[in-house]
Structure formats: C-alpha cells, structure tokens
C-alpha cells in the first residue's frame, strides 16, 4: 500500500509541474498582442511614447508603413541610421501627400541608411523590428497622433511578427522581395 502511495505522490507532483508549465506558458502569450486607446491614463497620449520607445531601442532594421512622416520623426528615423541601423519605409507616393510633408520626403530619400519605396495605397500605420510591431491607424506624424483617439495594436509574438514582415514584404517591389 506504501509503494502505491509513493507512486501517487510522485504522479501528483508531475501533473503539478505539468500544469505549472501550462499555466507559464498560457501566461507569457498574455501580452504578445495588445490592444488599446492611443489615449492613456489621464488622456495621455501613448501612442507617440510607444512608437519613440521602439525606434530608439532598435538594434536591427527598422520597417516602417506611413502615408507620411513629419520632420520630427525624421529626425529620430535619421539618428537610427547613425547608429548603423538600416530604415526601410514604404509610403505615399511623393505626389500624394501635401505639401508640408515633400519636403521631408524628399529629405529622407537623400539619407543613406534610409531606403524609401513608393506605394500609392499606404493607409495606415505600421512600425516594427524583429522584436516588437506598432499597428495603428494614421502617419507618422507627432501632431496627427496625439490629436486623433486611434486603436493601437502592439505585437511581440514571433509567429506574428513573421506574418507582419510579410506582408510587409508583399508590399515591396518584386525585385527587392527575398527570393
């Protein structure tokens, strides 16, 4: 009867561990994708905190989607490449966006480290690396985000981010998608 009793305690503490690693498991995805408000706490806008966050903190290639970018962000898209880190935006055909924003288009497109592709149908944003993406609806834009309520998404989830990258990819010319 001992012996029994040895052996179910010994069942018992396994099925334990089993569903301590389940329960780890179910935990860590918790939080690989996240929605919410670009309106924080106390109508903080997050939406500009998070996307500084992920281009400053890039240590491999950037990807970005944006109808347009603002001066202030090419600033800090142009420090990303100082630092040797590749940028790759697909965005609004030059005609396609006002006036304001050529300007800085046509600023970027000179930056080495900075490869700019032209895609007429960019409606929304994306910014992401192999670690982290930031889904969200408007441009890269400081003052457009901190006015507009928008539904960010946040994605740290390796199967996700592969998917995103290529989608991202399929958006590229033919000659410059991995073969």
């Known amino acids: 009867m001992s012996e029994r009793i040895i052996e179910l305690r010994v069942e018992n503490t396994r099925l334990k561990e ?10 860590s995805l918790v939080g690989m994708v996240n929605l919410e408000s670009s309106e924080g706490v106390d109508g903080k806008k997050i939406i500009n905190d998070r996307l500084l966050r992920l281009i400053t903190t890039t240590s491999s290639q950037l990807n970005i989607v944006a109808p347009r970018i603002d001066l202030f962000y090419a600033n800090e898209l142009k420090r990303v490449v100082k630092k040797g880190i590749p940028v790759l935006i697909i965005m609004n055909d030059r005609g396609n966006i006002p006036k304001e924003f050529q300007e800085v288009f046509d600023e970027l497109k000179l930056v080495s480290g900075i490869s700019i592709v032209s895609n007429p149908n960019v409606r929304y944003l994306l910014v992401f690396n192999s670690e982290e993406a930031i889904y969200s609806g408007g441009s890269l834009v400081k003052d457009e985000l901190e006015k507009s309520i928008l539904i960010v998404t946040t994605v740290r989830e390796s199967a996700k981010l592969r998917k995103i990258a290529e989608i991202f990819t399929m958006m590229l010319p033919s000659f410059m998608r991995p073969k």
């Open 18 to 27: 089993q569903v301590q690693d389940l329960e780890n498991k179910v935990l």
